[in-house]
């Protein structure tokens, strides 16, 4: 997964590493349980690679308004309320 963000694998590991440290230390804190990988159809889901992929694209709320914005609609390509949304968010 490291070459979806252009890093090195030594350097993607390292810091996938310490996030994961980060969230177990932040459910320790707060009493939650730990909780196994999460998977998608029987697939490891790389929660560091969704953590970054997200807040790059400005966080889960605009994320999330995109998401809707393509369930309502239908599909991005042929949508011009999708691109334009988009293009200035």
Known sequence: MASVLNKDPASYAREKASFLRDLQHFHDTRGTPSRVSPK???KDIDLYL???LVTAQGGWVKVSLYLILFKSIGS??????????I???
């Open 40 to 42: 998608i159809d029987g």
């Open 76 to 85: 991005v390509e042929n949508s011009n309320v999708c691109r334009n949304w």
């Open 50 to 52: 969704l953590y970054v």
């Open 87 to 89: 293009k200035f968010a």
